[in-house]
């Protein structure tokens, strides 16, 4: 999702999934955690091209340029370091491609919010906020 200004209006969106060369049966757990459904899964591209995808989607809307590089001051945003940090720097480096650029730096939203909570006195807990 692109967010233009201080309102955060919505400028674009891109959305996949992606196909998992191995292990590409959903289990139970994970569809009932997620909501998503085999038919999505089975449909989607691979990694390699949903990747180039999306960095053509970026590069479309000015932010990096053709080899992956950041243009300009953006950021992407994560619930969790283990997203880009570990998930998937580990599947990149299995899979022997590299790692664009502008997945160098991201904003864990996760740390954001448990400091916005400590800051505004609230009690932080991932399932309810509430003041102390």
Request: charged share 25%.
């Amino acid at each position: 999702m692109q967010l233009q200004g201080r309102a955060t209006a919505i400028v674009d969106e891109f959305d996949t999934y992606v196909r998992p060369r191995y292990n590409p049966i959903l289990t139970t757990f994970a569809k009932n955690l997620t909501g998503i459904k085999q038919k999505e899964i089975d449909d989607a591209p691979p990694l390699k091209e949903a990747l180039t995808q999306y960095l053509n989607w970026l590069c479309s809307h000015g932010l990096v340029d053709h080899t992956g590089r950041k243009i300009g001051r953006w950021a992407i945003a994560t619930w969790s370091d283990a997203d880009i940090g570990s998930q998937f720097a580990k599947e990149m480096k299995y899979k022997n491609m590299p790692i664009p650029h502008c997945f160098n730096n991201w904003i864990n939203l996760k740390r954001v919010y448990k400091v916005s909570c400590l800051v505004a006195g609230l009690i932080f807990d991932y399932q309810n906020v509430r003041e102390r």
